[in-house]
Structure formats: structure tokens, C-alpha cells
């Protein structure tokens, strides 16, 4: 009887399954083209797989040991069982290597079924409740009906009754496992997170046989704006790129963005998790009353729905999401850092962004003042520019114009309007000066980055800031930029290529690491209290940078008393992504929370490496830990040596690009 009811069984589910699968692609296929390679990615899947989504989920050791018992036997499970138990090739040794496959698997599922009895509220509950029990049903039924086959029991063993339970086992397990993995439910994740690692929108993410590690790929998607088929940002579902979608239907639910978000945590309207279900809504239609997870704070579940052709925002009526939902976001990435499926959370809120500006003029709060700020007079708080080197009437900083050429070109940035922000600006020159570095400054040429205008949606602004920068530094010749702002570094380096100008630029933390290495700077030992370091987002999660910091603050004779959440799981200070001007009420403030991250270490100073995390945490009521950027700590200790103490000469760690 199980002879023929299970291969009977495992087609039809296979037949579904297919059937699924090209209703799935067909969903995908709504949004815009992008070009990947299909052979690569396919080749390239598993070692993704295998490595690179591992290296994330094994921050979890108890669900990385649980993945991999419980994925890796059904993989091997469900092969050999198409061959035992569909094609009828009962040898002893396949029915061994099944009944191997399916014990991994339901060891597996025992601890999916642990995690499942209290599971953490960032878990979506409803139909992934019943997966332990899919999970448990398909590796047990297939065991004991593979047990004859590798001549445990004898044939027809146990007669029709348990046939037939057997049967609904088999039934049971397949078609949450095979059916449900293309026509939607918990195993959904598995089909398109897997064609997600092969088609990802940024695949230099991934290691190669050749890298051993992987790319840091952080900087945003430039728009051509000179096609005029092009869309100005994504207005619905099916104007996300089909890679896009199909990287949205890869979340697993795991809860773990949500669990990283600051807006979610201070209350404010947004969970990274639900934004990416509320993107699978609007591809497949429908509305969120079957979304099992936790809702935006303060906005109920079943309110908000659409389709693939709908708009994602509406002003009118209801829609997929509420605009102050995208608003929220800090642009921090630590969702897309926490992502075991890597997806780019970031990436899609931006895009949105950029229709709600660009066509429909609706930056909230300071947004639309700021950007006009930006056009009118290069700056986002329109201050006079020709005030921008106010601050260094007194430093006779040598200017680049005069020079032409030089070593390192200090980008300023628009601190040189914030009086707070020029305590750390006049700190690092005295430092440059005492290792008797080669640099000038650009000075009145001098630009906005275009860093908030980007990240407020507002590409045209952004790329007219860039291309005008980027026509001033072709005049002269440097061999790397050098800036305290990880703002203006993340995007002169990682977003100004796409424009045309590629630089070797570093943060000053980096940039004084390698002084201390050269021996160019005499010190001193920090004489002050314990002192805890705030990783800035846009220096850490979008580069990687976390030690030179670190290893600057040690050289000073300062012990760095970590807090629990730092280096790539570090809070943010709530200052990136344009939050302070659209300004979008929670139930508490970022900064506050980051503030009481800090005083859980006992630390009498907070070192930073970033204006706006200076301006955020000081922004803080007191009583509080002091502030000071890095380059404040290290002109408090540097002596003023002679030339001599130069030990050698500062040399890029890249070859220095010119701009003709």
C-alpha cells in the first residue's frame, strides 16, 4: 500500500510544488528588470548559502546547530527519499543514508519545537507554530517507512492501519515541505531565500574561491535621472526591481531586524520585519490581517493593504504603509547587518523615499527646508558659506588652491558651521600639524557632501551636490581625502565612484592609527576617567571600521570599557538617515536609550568619532558621561615634537587615484 501511496504522494507534491514555483516567479517578474547573472548565481548558491548566510546565523549558535541539523537533513532527506521511496530504488545503503538523514532531521525539529514552546516575541507566531510539527511528521514518517527498506523491519510491516497513518504523515510533511515552500507559508523562505542568494542586488556581499572574506557593499544605487522611462523611486510594489521582490519573499520572520531597530525600539511607527512583509503583501495583493508578528508601534494590524500596482503610500486613503513608517528610519543598517537572509532593508526604504520627495514633495518636519537649504546656499542649515572657515581664521590652514598639490586633502565638512563640532575640526589640525603631515583644505570651494540629501530621498539634489564636488577635486592632485565626518567619508568613498570620482578617502580614527604606526605623533597618557567608545553606523556597520578607534584610544593609555551592545551590534545615536529633521515621535528618544547603554558601563566620558553622534548624545539631559570625538582626546596628549621624531613617511595603504 505505501509502495504506491507515497510515491503517489511525494509527485503530486513535487507537481504543486513546480506549479508554485512559476506562480512564484510570475510574482517577482511584476517589478523591473535587473541584470544578473544566472549561470554565476545559480554556480555561486551554495557556497552563499553555506558560508555567507551562515557566518550571520551562527551569531545564534543555538539556531545555527538547529539550521543545520534540521535544513541540512531535509536537503538529503528529500533527495533520497524522491529516489527510495518515488523511483522505487530500495537498496540498503540509500535506505540507511535515509534513515540518517531523516534522524538529523528530527533532531533538528525537536529543537525547532523548543524554540516554539515560549518563542521571543520578535518570532512571527500564527502558521509558524505549526512548522515543529510538519518538521517532526515528514522526518518521522519517512523514517519508519524507510525502515524495511534498509532491512530493519520486513516488508508490510504493521499491515493497512498503520499504512494509512503513515499515509498522513507522509501527506502532511510533503505538502508543508514541498507544496507550501512555493504557494506561500513558513517553508516559503527556503525556495526564494535560495534563489535570493543566487540573484541578490549587491552579490560582491559574498566571498568568492579567490576573497576570503566579503565585500563591505553599503553605498546606495545611484537613479539615472537622464531617462525619463526611468521612475524617480519606487511608487509601487511592481517598481522594485524582480530581485527586490524576490528578496523580500525570502524573510524568514525571524525577528532579529526588529529586535536591532532603534525606531522600533523608541516607539516610533517602524518594524524593518513588517516593512518586508508588507512589501510581500503588496506584491501577491491582499492586506496584512494574516501578518502574525508585531505590528508598527501604535498603528493595529489589518488596516493597511494593496497590490502589486497600488501605491505603497497613499495620502487619501488606506495603503500598504503609512509614510511616517519610512520616515522613521535612521538608515543604521543594523537590520541588514542582523538579516541571515541579507536582505537590503535600507535600500527599499530609500527608494520609497525618493518618490515621496522627488514626485510628490512630501518630506515631512524640516525635510523640504533642509533640502532647499541644500540647493540655495550648499549647506543644510543655510548658513552664509562664505562663513564655512570661520572657525580656522586663527590656524593659517594652507589651502589646496595654493598648494595644487598635496598629500592629504582634509575634507571639512559642514560641521564648519557648528560651533561644538569645531572644537573637534581645530583638534585634529593641531594634531596633522604636530606629525607635520602634507594637507590643506579646500576652503571656501568646499561642498555639502550631499550625504542627508541622498538619504532623504532627494537624488537630484544629491548628485548635483557630488558633481560639483567632484569637478573641484578633478582641479587638484592628492593621494587621499582624510575627514572627520563618517557621513562624508562613507559617501565620497563609496558613492561618488558611481559619479565619476573615486578617491581613497579615510576617517580620521584610521588616519591617526596609521599615524601611530608611523611613530609621527609624540603622546602622552590620557590622564582623564574610564571612557567607553560609541561606534558611529556609518564608520562601523557601512565600513567595517571598528578597530582603529580602538587600538587610537589604547595608545593613549585609555581602557575602553565596552558596552553590551558595540562594534557591529552598536545602538545608533538616532542621527543618520535625515531622522533629526523629519523628526517622527516615539515613545522615547534614540539618543536617550544609546545614553543608557552608556551609563551602564560606569564610564565618566562617551569617546565618539562623528558630529552627529556628538550633537545626538550631548543633546542628552544631564547628568550624563561627557562627550569627546577621538581627535579631541589625542590633541589633549600630543606634544609638539620636532621633525626628527618622524620615524618614516606616511604612505596610502592604496595607490592614490587622480581625478583629470
Known amino acids: 500500500m505505501l509502495d504506491i501511496l507515497i510515491p503517489v504522494l511525494l ?47 551562527e551569531r545564534d549558535r543555538y539556531m545555527s546547530r538547529t539550521h543545520v541539523a534540521t535544513a541540512g537533513g531535509f536537503v538529503l532527506a528529500a533527495v533520497l527519499a524522491v529516489l527510495v521511496h518515488g523511483f522505487g530504488l530500495h537498496n540498503r545503503v540509500l535506505g540507511w543514508a535515509l534513515l540518517a538523514a531523516t534522524a538529523c532531521m528530527f533532531t533538528g525539529a525537536l529543537f525547532v519545537a523548543k524554540r516554539r514552546r515560549n518563542p521571543p516575541a520578535r518570532l512571527s507566531k500564527g502558521p509558524w507554530m505549526r512548522l515543529p510539527k510538519s518538521l517532526l511528521m515528514f522526518s518521522a514518517s519517512f523514517f519508519i517507512a524507510t525502515l524495511p527498506v534498509a532491512g530493519v523491519l520486513p516488508e508490510n510491516f504493521g499491515g493497512w492501519i498503520l499504512a494509512a497513518v503513515l499515509a498522513v504523515g507522509v501527506a502532511w510533511g510533503v505538502s508543508e515541505l514541498f507544496f507550501g515552500m512555493t504557494w506561500g507559508g513558513p517553508m516559503k523562505h527556503a525556495f526564494a531565500g535560495a534563489l535570493h542568494l543566487a540573484f541578490h542586488r549587491r552579490p560582491e556581499r559574498f566571498r568568492t574561491p579567490f576573497n576570503a572574506s566579503a565585500a563591505r557593499s553599503s553605498g546606495l544605487k545611484a537613479l539615472d535621472l537622464n531617462d525619463p522611462a526611468a521612475p524617480l523611486g519606487v511608487e509601487k510594489p511592481k517598481d522594485f526591481t524582480w530581485n527586490q521582490l524576490l528578496g523580500f519573499d525570502a524573510c524568514v520572520q525571524c525577528g532579529r531586524c526588529e529586535a536591532m531597530c532603534p525606531a522600533y525600539a523608541a516607539g516610533q511607527p ?9 512589501m510581500v503583501i503588496g506584491m501577491a495583493g491582499g492586506t496584512d490581517a494574516r501578518y502574525f508578528g508585531s505590528p508598527y508601534p501604535g498603528k493595529p494590524i489589518g488596516e493597511h493593504g494593496g497590490n502589486a500596482h497600488s501605491p505603497i503610500v497613499s495620502f487619501e486613503g488606506k495603503a500598504l504603509v503609512d509614510a511616517e513608517t519610512l520616515w522613521s528610519c535612521t538608515t543604521c543598517r543594523a537590520c541588514v547587518e542582523e538579516c541571515p537572509m541579507m536582505i537590503e532593508h535600507v535600500d527599499a526604504i530609500v527608494d520609497m523615499r525618493r518618490h515621496l520627495t522627488l514626485e510628490k514633495g512630501a518630506t515631512p518636519n524640516k525635510g523640504a527646508e533642509v533640502l532647499d537649504n541644500l540647493i540655495a546656499t550648499d549647506n543644510p542649515n543655510g548658513f552664509n558659506p562664505v ?53 590643506a583644505v579646500l576652503g571656501l570651494e568646499e561642498r555639502d557632501s550631499g550625504d542627508v540629501a541622498r538619504r532623504l530621498g532627494d537624488e537630484a539634489t544629491f548628485q548635483q ?34 559619479l565619476g570620482g573615486a578617491y581613497t578617502v579615510l576617517h580620521h580614527s584610521t588616519f591617526l592609527a596609521e599615524l601611530l604606526d608611523a611613530q609621527a605623533l609624540h603622546l602622552g597618557q590620557h590622564k582623564g576617567g574610564s571612557v567607553t567608545y560609541h561606534d558611529p553606523c556609518y564608520l562601523g556597520r557601512y565600513n567595517g571600521e571598528y578597530e582603529a578607534p580602538r587600538k587610537v584610544l589604547k595608545a593613549i593609555g585609555i581602557e575602553v570599557k565596552e558596552m553590551e551592545r558595540s562594534g557591529f551590534r552598536a545602538r545608533c545615536c538616532g542621527g543618520g538617515g535625515g531622522a533629526p529633521i523629519t523628526d517622527i515621535p516615539g515613545t522615547q528618544r534614540i539618543p536617550d536609550m544609546r545614553m543608557a547603554d552608556i551609563k551602564t558601563t560606569g564610564a565618566e566620558v562617551v569617546a565618539v568619532g562623528c558630529p552627529q553622534c556628538t550633537a545626538m548624545l550631548e543633546g542628552v539631559v544631564a547628568p550624563r558621561p561627557e562627550v569627546k570625538d577621538i581627535a579631541e582626546l589625542v590633541a589633549e596628549v600630543v606634544i609638539e615634537a620636532p621633525a626628527v621624531l618622524v620615524k618614516q613617511p606616511i604612505t596610502p595603504r592604496r595607490e592614490a587615484v587622480e581625478i583629470s
Open 387 to 439: 562663513n564655512r572657515m570661520n572657525w580656522a581664521a586663527d590656524l593659517d590652514l594652507p589651502l589646496i588652491a595654493n598648494q595644487q598639490r598635496v598629500d592629504v586633502l582634509f575634507w571639512v565638512g559642514d560641521g564648519a558651521f557648528d560651533m561644538r563640532n569645531q572644537r573637534t575640526l581645530r583638534a585634529f589640525v593641531k594634531i596633522l600639524k604636530a606629525a607635520k603631515v602634507d594637507f
Open 11 to 57: 509527485f503530486t507534491a513535487l507537481a504543486l510544488a513546480a506549479i508554485g514555483a512559476f506562480r512564484r516567479v510570475r510574482l517577482w517578474r511584476q517589478g523591473r528588470p535587473a541584470h544578473v547573472d544566472l549561470i554565476r548565481g545559480l554556480l555561486a548558491m551554495p557556497r552563499r548559502y553555506l558560508v555567507d548566510l551562515h557566518h550571520v546565523v
Open 465 to 498: 551636490l557630488a558633481r560639483r564636488n567632484i569637478a573641484t577635486l578633478s582641479r587638484y592632485r592628492f593621494n587621499r581625502i582624510v575627514t572627520c565626518d563618517p557621513h562624508s567619508f562613507h559617501v565620497l568613498r563609496n558613492e561618488y565612484g558611481a
Open 270 to 278: 517602524l518594524n524593518p520585519k513588517k516593512l518586508i512583509q508588507d
